[in-house]
């Protein structure tokens, strides 16, 4: 949604650049940043000087709303809130290349006799009745450019390998970090039941859970460890890994020896709520089942 | 089936060549010739999908009836792509001029062009821009392109929560398939998916009361009647019902569009 100083309206709006108020302000500021989980996260702070727009949002008539659109994907995203700061996460897979990002004060119903003693003149005297959604201020952003995704087609799967283990070997599956990627190796049943599905895009987020999403929470407790990097440091899985973090301007190691989250936190939050996307899938495929 | 993306360089010489080379996609019935106009293999695996095809037109199937299946089959197969990598042009044009270049070529008829002789190359040069890339950068592009238009046709009706996952496409219809799918899905607020919601709304509304859902005669001016609205409020606050009621408004006095 593109709103600019040309759009007529015929009521005051209280913008940068619009003279229909003589000295109140409307400031917004949108902060930017991304989290391991590869969303953007958006900051939001606005404030007005407006008594009349401030009493409005006080007794729920009005709102703050953040207005989030992507140009290059159908994605439309809105945030509305009653106050001053709030923020809004947007999953970097749904957007790209640029945001259109639009703050704004919004009716949230019908209101009668708006009225404000700041306008400017040529409203002097007169009072609106106005529709809910009517916009009371705003300030629009220059677009939000994004990160380039040179790996967007990228297998995510690709620092892992799953294998067989010997017949003889424990019935359990087991992760070995010892090589370039982190093996899985799975009993001779097991792993015939994963060759049979692991190609098939409605099972990978199953798959995912059950055999990616502990083995990373193995991985993380492994790297918590006092020699993690003298034992891991040069191997392309812990690079890849360090790499994914750096993109999100995020120490790896340094995240991991604050201890803020614990490994199933982390193991959920760089594999994008993994559960979520299998049980869609469970869903997917039984509803596929039942019709 | 293994689906590739195009090499962005091969993309690049395909579309700079394009008043040179346009006639290969009239002419040529597979895509071997690409290996040799973009001067190596131009495209790169993404993934392996279970196979499955498209319909194309024939005696019993038109355009706009080949368009509304491809749309659930293209979607319900590549659910998985994001939007992201779904809003990049490799993806299209690899898979417009790989798995699919043969029905690509015939849901447009470029296989039953006698020569190229005959044809408007400025015109024939834009369609198959359109057609086997995203030309520009906007929400038009996703929509003119064959196969994008269909996976995002289906993204948009896509309905998880009902059995019947494409309910709402087939409240669309498929007579006049394409300019319902362009007069939908170019208007922004339907990115939104409660005011999409207020569209289907206006759809099932059209089917209850025998209305016939027509691009030009009811759909395109009842969504300009949102859009209009769209002028002075922000959409985003009106629900659903609120949508469909000025859809609905729009299209109730009008006489109902004869069938025949």
């Known amino acids: ?291 | 089936m293994e689906i590739c993306f195009m090499k962005s360089n091969a993309l690049d010489t395909l579309k700079n060549d394009m008043p040179q080379i346009f006639d290969k996609y009239l002419t040529e019935r597979d895509n071997s010739w690409l290996v040799e106009v973009c001067g190596e293999n131009p495209f790169v695996k993404f993934r392996d999908v279970p196979d499955f095809k498209l319909v194309v037109p024939n005696e019993t199937l038109n355009v706009g009836e080949v368009d509304f299946e491809n749309c659930k089959r293209v979607y319900e197969n590549l659910h998985f792509l994001t939007d992201a990598q779904a809003a990049d042009e490799r993806l299209w044009a690899g898979l417009s001029h790989g798995v699919f270049y043969d029905c690509v070529r015939r849901r447009y008829g470029y296989d039953t062009k006698e020569t190229p002789a005959d044809v408007d190359v400025y015109k024939t040069v834009k369609e198959i821009k359109n057609r086997f890339f995203l030309n520009g950068n906007s929400q038009e592009a996703l929509v003119k392109n064959m196969t994008a238009r269909c996976w995002w046709t289906g993204r948009v009706f896509y309905d998880e929560g009902n059995r019947n996952h494409f309910a709402k496409l087939d409240l669309l219809g498929a007579k006049d398939f394409y300019t319902k799918v362009f007069s939908t899905l170019t208007r922004g607020f339907v990115a939104n998916p409660k005011l999409l919601n207020g569209v289907v709304k206006f759809l099932l509304y059209c089917r209850r009361n025998g209305i016939e859902v027509n691009a030009d005669k009811n759909l395109r001016p009842a969504l300009k009647e949102v859009n209009k609205v769209g002028g002075a409020l922000i959409l985003d606050c009106l629900t659903a019902d609120e949508v469909a009621e000025i859809m609905i408004a729009c299209v109730k006095n009008q006489p109902k569009v004869d069938d025949t």
């Not at chain 1, 302000?25 to 407006?50: G, H, I, M, P, Y």
């Not at chain 1, 952003?141 to 892992?160: M, R």
């Not at chain 1, 370039?180 to 792993?191: A, H, R, T, V």
């Open chain 1, 1 to 291: 949604m593109k709103i600019d100083n040309r759009r007529l309206f015929t009521y005051p709006v209280l913008a940068d650049g619009r003279d229909d108020y003589k000295t109140c302000k409307f400031t917004a500021d949108v902060v930017s940043s991304f989290d391991a989980a590869n969303n953007l996260r958006l900051e939001v702070s606005c404030q007005t000087n407006c008594a009349e727009i401030n009493r409005l949002i006080a007794n729920g008539d009005a709102e703050y709303l953040l207005h989030v659109e992507c140009p290059s994907t159908i994605y439309r995203g809105v945030t509305a809130r009653s106050a001053k700061n709030f923020s809004c996460t947007i999953p970097l897979d749904c957007v790209r290349k640029e945001l259109d990002i639009t703050a704004f004060v919004v009716l949230r119903r019908d209101v009668k006799n708006f009225f404000c003693d700041d306008w400017n003149e040529d409203f002097s005297g007169l009072t609106f009745s106005l529709s809910k959604g009517s916009p009371l201020a705003y300030r629009r952003f220059q677009p939000l450019i994004l990160p380039d995704d040179a790996d967007i087609f990228k297998n995510v799967g690709s620092i892992f390998s799953v294998y067989k283990r010997p017949p003889d070997a424990e019935k359990f599956f087991k992760p070995n970090l010892e090589d370039d990627k982190i093996k899985i190796g799975l009993n001779e049943d097991d792993y015939a039941v994963y060759r049979r599905h692991c190609d098939n895009p409605t099972m990978q987020p199953i798959l995912n859970a059950m055999i990616i999403l502990p083995t990373l929470v193995y991985v993380f407790e492994e790297l918590k460890q006092p020699n993690a990097i003298d034992n891991h440091g040069s191997k392309p899985w812990f690079l890849s890994i360090k790499a994914a973090y750096r993109r999100l301007n995020i120490d790896l190691m340094e995240y991991l020896l604050r201890e803020e989250k614990t490994s199933l936190e982390l193991a959920q939050e760089i594999m994008n709520l993994p559960l979520t996307k299998a049980l869609e899938s469970i869903a997917h495929v039984f509803d596929a089942e039942d019709s």
